[in-house]
């Protein structure tokens, strides 16, 4: 990393942000943006994905090597890991920038903020870590790292009152982006699927271990309800949205080895539409299942974690739900199968269901949803750090 010694004053400042993954990207995508209406000439550097090195961001490493989820695959990448971290902050410290945001990966960036702060340079944590869920500790840890929380929800930014946290709400940057209505029609139309026949979406997730523990049940759960479909005169057609090339090869090998028969449509790059096409989705949780509520369809949540991680962690989590719709509406909205629960006896009935039943009420509330994270979160995240950078 040779970089010239960067010089600013505060109308061009230097902002330095660290991105983990996807969902990461377009935050920071969404924040350069709205930063650069206030700062055209600021300069932003550090680790960003392919949106924000689009709009000029310099990425000093490359974004998918901080993408590692599970303790034991952060294992054996942890050499690596730390030695980006500690290259990033040896950087950072000798060419203050006026401002570090650390966007999500909490794990690698908690500690490069404590570290930058202890330098005297102001520190953003945008999306909060899961504090109210579990290692609840790491709160504290939060208040010495960072000046400022930007959360994405609300119950988040109650739970920093409590313990007297600088924090910010923004809101969703989804929210702003997905309408109010995701038509159908239009969504089929636009993928070439037919407007006459159910349609599943089966999203096994965007990570490596996710796909390879969910691909089988959710594959099996498809085959049960095609040969009903089938028994029943019924059209239903199953679309896998993957991420990316290398995601759908591995899904594709996957299908190979466990229901080579079923027919599927592979759409790489293209989940919204997806989702807005489907009449149900079979998921993995994460961020997906708040998009999925934004677009309005019912959803089977499932998450299968590496067997070891589970049994390290289980007792630490302390939650009535994990997947977002839920907490947020703080009531079971939607069904969540998790660990030994990922069977097809359990997934089969909560699909059906939702592939034939009448969804009104269900839309309602996700209208609830989208309304509440409303909020113009780019640009309200970017005046709470001009308004930290000018303090």
């Known amino acids: 990393m040779s970089h010239s010694k960067i010089s600013h004053k505060n109308s061009s400042p230097v902002i330095a942000i660290v991105v983990g993954e996807h969902s990461g990207d377009t935050l920071g995508e969404g924040l350069i943006l709205a930063l650069k209406k206030i700062y055209p000439d600021a300069k932003f550097i550090g680790i960003g994905g392919p949106r924000m090195k689009a709009i000029g961001f310099e990425s000093l490493f490359v974004m998918d090597e901080l993408s590692v989820m599970g303790i034991f695959e952060v294992l054996g990448r942890l050499r690596r890991l730390l030695y980006i971290r500690k290259s990033l902050f040896e950087y950072f410290a000798k060419n203050k920038p006026d401002v570090f945001i650390g966007i999500d990966a909490p794990d690698f960036n908690i500690t490069l903020e404590q570290r930058l702060k202890n330098q005297n340079i102001k520190t953003v944590h945008y999306v909060s870590p899961s504090v109210w869920a579990w290692r609840e500790k790491r709160v504290f840890k939060i208040a010495k790292a960072t000046n400022l929380v930007l959360s994405l929800l609300p119950f988040e930014k109650a739970f920093y009152d409590r313990h007297q946290i600088p924090c910010t709400f923004v809101g969703h940057s989804l929210a702003d982006d997905i309408p109010m209505v995701s038509d159908k029609k239009t969504a089929r139309k636009a993928l070439n699927l037919p407007e006459e026949c159910k349609v599943l979406a089966l999203m096994p997730g965007s990570r490596g271990g996710e796909l390879s523990r969910l691909v089988a049940p959710f594959l099996a759960t498809a085959e049960q309800l095609y040969k009903q479909a089938v028994k029943n005169k019924q059209k239903l057609i199953f679309v896998v949205p993957m991420i990316s090339e290398k995601r759908a090869e591995q899904f594709k090998e996957l299908q190979k080895i466990h229901s080579p028969q079923l027919p599927v449509t592979i759409i790489i790059n293209d989940t919204q539409t997806v989702m807005a096409a489907s009449d149900c989705l079979l998921m993995a949780s994460g961020t997906v299942a708040l998009e999925a509520a934004l ?97």
């Open 295 to 391: 677009i309005k369809r019912p959803m089977v949540v499932c998450y299968k974690f590496n067997p070891l991680t589970y049994h390290l962690f289980k007792g630490f989590v302390k939650l009535k739900w994990f997947s977002l719709p839920n907490l947020l509406a703080n009531k079971a909205l939607v069904p969540e199968l998790l660990q030994k629960e990922v069977t097809v006896e359990n997934i089969l009935p909560l699909v059906y269901d939702r592939l034939y039943q009448d969804q009104t009420e269900l839309n309602e509330e996700f209208i609830h949803i989208h309304q509440t994270l409303k909020q113009n979160a780019s640009e309200k995240a970017a005046s709470a750090i001009v308004e930290l950078i000018s303090s």
